[in-house]
């Protein structure tokens, strides 16, 4: 038990940097398996992690995820993302995220809208409350309120860019004890080399953190069947993934694997209609 808590706050301290809370990772197990992208990504999925992304579908849309890093319970993202098409242009979705356990948690409820404008560009805008505390009596529970902003440029049927920024005023958490939310920066490029083949391309800053540069793959194995590949850059992971789909159900699986801290399964069923 005490080298399960040792673990433990080895990863908070490298993985947080003792600075930043609530980085949230990709939430989408398509993301994941592509190397932690997302934000160029023209599907439904990638709109937990880039709002642009929210109106593509044109369906409703009910998505639970469970997300469990180096495999340990403490640090278990679980979420579930509600879309709602309101016309053929625009949509609203509602995103909760919860990590961690009873001694300490982090929640996240996003409030989404997005919508086309024009055939080329897609914009989108999400409210973000935050949430933390401990099961410690004698710590603070914190709330704060920020929000984050989302673009797809549309340049061709085979070539996409996007944008992608969170908590961009760099809105704290606690100035007192130094705990901070971070401002987070992606910007990324998508290609459909051939109608079956999908390569992307990512940067991505934390500005607590070093930079990193995130690839991936996605190739229809089938119409019901997609098999995905990917790398970040930092930390160096390395990512497999697959996503099943039938009628109105979609599952998705990944996993990711640290040189030194194991792997991080994901999974994500989802209901359209």
């Keep these: 038990m005490q080298k399960k808590y040792y673990i433990f706050i080895f990863i908070i301290t490298i993985?947080?940097?003792?600075?930043?809370q609530f980085e949230f990772p990709p939430l989408n197990p398509q993301s994941s398996g592509m190397g932690n992208l997302s934000v160029a990504i023209k599907d439904w999925r990638a709109a937990s992690d880039n709002i642009a992304a929210l109106p593509l579908s044109n369906k409703n849309i009910v998505a639970i995820g469970l997300s469990q890093y180096y495999m340990l319970s403490e640090m278990s993202y679980k979420n579930i993302a509600i879309s709602i098409p309101t016309s053929k242009i625009n949509a609203f979705g509602i995103h909760y995220t919860h990590f961690g356990s009873?001694?300490?948690?982090?929640?996240?409820?996003?409030?989404?809208?997005?919508q086309l404008l024009g055939k080329s560009i897609s914009f989108g805008v999400e409210l973000d409350y935050l949430n933390s505390g401990t099961s410690d009596i004698y710590y603070d529970k914190y709330?704060?309120?920020?929000?984050?902003?989302?673009?797809?440029?549309?340049?061709?049927?085979?070539?996409?860019?996007?944008?992608?920024?969170?908590?961009?005023?760099?809105?704290?958490?606690?100035?007192?004890?130094?705990?901070?939310?971070?401002?987070?920066?992606?910007l990324g490029m998508a290609y459909n080399i051939t109608p079956e083949l999908l390569a992307a391309v990512e940067f991505e800053k934390n500005i607590f953190m070093k930079h990193s540069i995130n690839t991936g793959l996605e190739y229809k194995a089938l119409d019901f069947w997609d098999i995905r590949i990917g790398f970040s850059s930092h930390p160096?992971?390395?990512?497999?993934?697959?996503?099943?789909?039938?009628?109105?159900?979609?599952?998705?699986?990944?996993?990711?694997?640290?040189?030194?801290?194991?792997?991080?399964?994901?999974?994500?069923?989802?209901?359209?209609f």
Aim: proline share 3%.
């Design 143 to 186: 709330h704060r309120i920020t929000f984050s902003t989302g673009l797809q440029l549309y340049l061709s049927e085979n070539l996409t860019l996007g944008f992608y920024t969170f908590n961009p005023f760099g809105v704290n958490l606690n100035e007192t004890y130094n705990q901070k939310i971070p401002t987070i920066v992606k």
């Design 15 to 20: 993985h947080f940097r003792g600075l930043a």
């Design 102 to 114: 009873s001694a300490y948690y982090e929640q996240r409820l996003a409030l989404q809208y997005a």
């Design 236 to 272: 160096i992971m390395y990512s497999v993934g697959v996503g099943f789909k039938r009628n109105s159900w979609a599952i998705d699986f990944s996993t990711q694997v640290h040189n030194h801290l194991g792997i991080s399964p994901s999974i994500a069923v989802a209901y359209l």
